[in-house]
T-cell receptor, first 115, second 112 residues
Framework: AQKVTQAQTEISVVEKEDVTLDCVYETRDTTYYLFWYKQPPSGELVFLIR??????QNEISGRYSWNFQKSTSSFNFTITASQVVDSAVYFCALSEARTGNQFYFGTGTSLTVIP | EAQVTQNPRYLITVTGKKLTVTCSQNMNHEYMSWYRQDPGLGLRQIYY???????DKGDVPEGYKVSRKEKRNFPLILESPSPNQTSLYFCASMKGGLYEQYFGPGTRLTVT
C-alpha cells in the first residue's frame, strides 16, 4: 500500500490563482515527520518544509502555506497568487521514527502556472 | 559551499557492465541515502545509511549494492545493470534522524 498518496498528477493554473496540492499519508507510528520538496524543471530537489507529528499548527511562509490535519492524515500545500516560477513537480514525503529513517515519497504533482 | 555531489551526471552503459555512481557530501552528515526517480512512481528509496559501516535496505534494493566506509562517501554499485535500472538517481544526506535531506544534482543512467 502506498504510504504517501498525491492523487493530483498534474495541475494547471493561471498566474495569480491560488492552488492547493493534496497529500494523504498512512502510518501507524505516533512519531513521524512529513516533508514537501520542490523539483523545478532544472531537476534539483529543493526542501520546502518539515513538520513533526506532534505539531499540527499550520505554517505560512510567504505565498506558501501548509495545512496539517492528523484527523484526515493530510498535509496539504497551498500556493497563494501563483507565479510562473512555481511551475515544478512537488513531492510530499513521510518518515517514521519506528522504521529508522526510511523515507517514503509520493508520486508527485506536476504544477504548471500559465502566464 | 555545503553540497552533495554525484558523479557521473550522465551515463550510458550496456547490460551487465558493472558501474559505480559516487556520492560525496561535505556537511559531515551522518545519514546518506540513494533514490531512483521514475515517471509516475516518484522517488523510491534504494538504500540508506545511518553512519559509517551501517546500511539498510529501502523499498527497491534489488540489483544494487552500497558501502559506507567513510562518513562523506556513499557509492552506489550496480554489479550487473539491466535495462530496468534505467532511471534518474539521487543521492541525499542529512545531519541526523528525521531532518530534511539535501539532495545531489542527480545521475541519469541509461542501460541498453
Amino acid at each position: 500500500a502506498q504510504k504517501v498518496t498525491q492523487a493530483q498528477t498534474e495541475i494547471s493554473v493561471v498566474e495569480k490563482e491560488d492552488v492547493t496540492l493534496d497529500c494523504v499519508y498512512e502510518t501507524r507510528d505516533t512519531t513521524y515527520y512529513l516533508f514537501w520538496y520542490k523539483q523545478p524543471p532544472s531537476g534539483e530537489l529543493v526542501f520546502l518544509i518539515r513538520r513533526n507529528s506532534f505539531d499540527e499548527q499550520n505554517e505560512i511562509s510567504g505565498r506558501y502555506s501548509w495545512n496539517f490535519q492528523k484527523s484526515t492524515s493530510s498535509f496539504n500545500f497551498t500556493i497563494t497568487a501563483s507565479q510562473v516560477v512555481d511551475s515544478a513537480v512537488y513531492f510530499c514525503a513521510l518518515s517514521e521514527a519506528r522504521t529508522g529513517n526510511q523515507f517514503y515519497f509520493g508520486t508527485g504533482t506536476s504544477l504548471t502556472v500559465i502566464p | 559551499e555545503a553540497q552533495v555531489t554525484q558523479n557521473p551526471r550522465y551515463l550510458i552503459t550496456v547490460t551487465g557492465k558493472k558501474l559505480t555512481v559516487t556520492c560525496s557530501q561535505n556537511m559531515n552528515h551522518e545519514y546518506m541515502s540513494w533514490y531512483r526517480q521514475d515517471p509516475g512512481l516518484g522517488l523510491r528509496q534504494i538504500y540508506y545509511s545511518m553512519n559509517v559501516e551501517v546500511t539498510d535496505k529501502g523499498d527497491v534494493p534489488e540489483g544494487y549494492k552500497v558501502s559506507r566506509k567513510e562518513k562523506r562517501n556513499f557509492p552506489l554499485i550496480l554489479e550487473s545493470p539491466s535495462p530496468n535500472q534505467t532511471s534518474l538517481y539521487f543521492c541525499a544526506s542529512m545531519k541526523g534522524g528525521l531532518y530534511e535531506q539535501y539532495f545531489g544534482p542527480g545521475t541519469r543512467l541509461t542501460v541498453t
